[in-house]
T-cell receptor
Framework: DMKVTQMPRYLIKRMGENVLLECGQD?????MYWYRQDPGLGLQLIYI???????SEGDIPKGYRVSRKKREHFSLILDSAKTNQTSVYFC???????????FGHGTKLSVL | GDSVTQKQGQVTLSEDDFLFINCTYS??????LLWYVQYLGQGPQLLLK?????NKGISRGFEATYDKGTTSFHLQKASVQESDSAVYFC???????????FGKGTHLHVLP
């Protein structure tokens, strides 16, 4: 079953707390992505991972870091979360390039 | 750099109406243009792909075409149904073939 799984689905944190968003895929896809979605702004790319320990900044990497130690798992870390990081975060994977991305259901993060 | 512009933020139609959503793009290479659909509470999923080879994509009653002269591509459907209510994103696979740039999305609301 081709699936991208994100945990948790909903998360509430206080400003200054650390946040860990996790993503897994069962398709052995090489490439994984983290996007955030905000009303009126669409999907903005935070990071791309081309494979294990091969990560590249996207368009809005500031305030985020990522970790990919296994091909099937890609984490997004917010060190000392800020209120403007309140958003819906989507993880995606693809077999190679960007012609078809498979998205998870998203994590809705609220930073109070 | 690569970019995509989607100006229609919201479209409200009645069932059996004609749908037309337009995007413009900018890139230095031959583009791969995509349309994604996002249903409520889910992640985006690929609806159509249009390449310079075929100029057109068709799926689930939707049709996408692109115009190299005006660097635009659009999504259309002859007769929308209430179940088509969703957010539609145009997207461009960037020059490096991995980065996917999304438009801001068009929220389609189809009235019964």
């Amino acid at each position: 079953d081709m699936k991208v799984t994100q945990m948790p689905r909903y998360l509430i944190k206080r400003m200054g707390e650390n946040v860990l968003l996790e993503c897994g895929q069962d398709m052995s896809h090489e490439t994984m992505y983290w996007y955030r979605q905000d009303p009126g702004l669409g999907l903005q790319l935070i990071y791309i991972s081309y494979d294990v320990d091969s990560n590249s900044e996207g368009d809005i990497p500031k305030g985020y870091r990522v970790s990919r130690k296994k091909r099937e798992h890609f984490s997004l870390i917010l060190d000392s979360a800020k209120t403007n990081q309140t958003s819906v975060y989507f993880c995606a994977s693809s077999l190679g390039g960007g012609e078809r991305l498979f998205f998870g259901h998203g994590t809705k993060l609220s930073v109070l | 750099g690569d970019s995509v512009t989607q100006k229609q933020g919201q479209v409200t139609l009645s069932e059996d109406d004609f749908l037309f959503i337009n995007c413009t793009y900018s890139t230095t290479t031959y583009p791969t243009l995509l349309w994604y659909v996002q249903y409520l509470g889910q992640g985006p999923q690929l609806l159509l792909k249009v390449t310079t080879a075929n100029n057109k994509g068709i799926s689930r009653g939707f049709e996408a075409t692109y115009d190299k002269g005006t660097t635009s591509f659009h999504l259309q459907k002859a007769s929308v149904q209430e179940s088509d209510s969703a957010v539609y994103f145009c997207a461009l696979v960037a020059t490096n073939a991995y980065k996917v740039i999304f438009g801001k999305g068009t929220h389609l609301h189809v009235l019964p």
